[in-house]
Each structure stands twice: as structure tokens, then as C-alpha cells.
């Protein structure tokens, strides 16, 4: 079974702050790495993504870092805000295919 | 606005019914998906279609089956409800695999 695992599974970050997020996979066919995020309530909606032939993407304060050799990938959120407190999840989407295969989650609480 | 829209917010249902979740999705994706969320687990992929009456297993399909009659509206069924199946199920549509789009959910609750 394909799987992603991400860490830490709760982390709690002062206001202005960097929020880090961890995942690994195993499965080197995978194309495409999305972060979701999803506010208490709501489903989760597609906050960045990466292919795995960039080493780095930056939208905003969000940062998706990569490491195709360690097969290894991380969000960073620069100058955190409590409006950030969200439930985070990374993903993997396999070249044959168009599902996903998510990650365990992490409940992200920025204290102000 | 694109959608995905889930018709339950929230269900009751009790041990051994036959339960109907189901979701519509107005973008013509021709990919559905069924996830439940439970914590500490993350997304458990359940049932997938990449097309009209077509359907895949995902990690979790026992217990569970799906109808996609249409393009726009994909079904999960719970054959016979049990307590382990209490959880929050997602609905999520893409034309590509590249970009999901999420319903709100539906926290199941079997008694």
C-alpha cells in the first residue's frame, strides 16, 4: 500500500513564527505534491502544490521545500498568524493515475 | 463558485441500515473520490471513478460500496451500518488528479 507520513501530527506556534511540516513517501512515482488545508467545519481546499523537477515553490508566506532524493518534501509558514490554525495535509499523486494518497494530518494552532 | 455539494451535513443512523451518502459536483470533472477522515489517520481513499458507471477500490472499500450513474453525482453506500463506520466522509472531484476539490463533509454517526 502507497503511503505518506507526515509529522508532526499537532504543533503549536507563537504568532509571527515559522510552522514546519514534514512528510515522506516511497512510491517514486509520484508526479505531483499538494498541500491541503482545512478550517474546522469545511473540507479541505488545495493551498500549494509541487512536481518533483523544482526544489523549491513560494506563494506568499508558504513555502513547499522538496527533496527528491530523500524523498522528502515540507511546508513552511512564515510569520504565522492565528488565522493559520488550520488542520494540514500532504499528498502524493501517483503518475498513473489521478487519485491522491493523503497523509496522517497535522492540527496547526498559531497562539497570538 | 465551483461546488462540490454533499447532501448531509450530519447523519444518525443506527446499526445494520442501509445508508445513502451523496454528493454533486457542477465543474464536469470526470474523477470522484470517497475519503473518511478520522483523526490521527488522515484521508482513507474508500471508492473512486474515473468515469460515468465506472468505479475503483481505494485503500478502505469493505463495508462500503458506490453507484455513479451519472457524471455529476457520485453515491457511497453502507451496505448494513456498524459503529466502526462512525466518521466524517469527503467527497472530492478533479478533472485530472491535479487540483481536488472538496465537499464540507458529512460526520456520520452509527448508533
Known amino acids: 500500500q502507497q503511503q505518506v507520513k507526515q509529522s508532526p501530527q499537532s504543533l503549536i506556534v507563537q504568532k509571527g513564527g515559522i510552522s514546519i511540516i514534514n512528510c515522506a513517501y516511497e512510491n517514486t512515482a509520484f508526479d505531483y505534491f499538494p498541500w491541503y488545508q482545512q478550517f474546522p467545519g469545511k473540507g479541505p481546499a488545495l493551498l500549494i502544490a509541487i512536481r518533483p523537477d523544482v526544489s523549491e515553490k513560494k506563494e506568499g508566506r508558504f513555502t513547499i521545500s522538496f527533496n527528491k532524493s530523500a524523498k522528502q518534501f515540507s511546508l513552511h509558514i512564515m510569520d504565522s498568524q492565528p488565522g493559520d490554525s488550520a488542520t494540514y495535509f500532504c499528498a502524493a499523486k501517483d503518475n498513473q493515475g489521478g487519485k491522491l494518497i493523503f497523509g496522517q494530518g497535522t492540527e496547526l494552532s498559531v497562539k497570538p | 463558485d465551483v461546488k462540490v455539494t454533499q447532501s448531509s451535513r450530519y447523519l444518525v443512523k443506527r446499526t445494520g441500515e442501509k445508508v445513502f451518502l451523496e454528493c454533486v459536483q457542477d465543474?464536469?470533472?470526470?474523477?470522484m473520490f470517497w475519503y473518511r477522515q478520522d483523526p490521527g489517520l488522515g484521508l482513507r481513499l474508500i471508492y473512486f471513478s474515473y468515469d460515468v458507471k465506472m468505479k475503483e477500490k481505494g485503500d478502505i472499500p469493505e463495508g462500503y460500496s458506490v453507484s455513479r450513474e451519472k457524471k455529476e453525482r457520485f453515491s457511497l453506500i453502507l451496505e448494513s451500518a456498524s459503529t466502526n463506520q462512525t466518521s466524517m466522509y469527503l467527497c472530492?472531484?478533479?478533472?485530472?488528479?491535479?487540483?481536488?476539490?472538496f465537499g464540507s463533509g458529512t460526520r456520520l454517526t452509527v448508533v
Open positions: 472530492a472531484s478533479s478533472r485530472s488528479g491535479y487540483g481536488y476539490t
Open positions: 465543474m464536469d470533472h470526470e474523477n
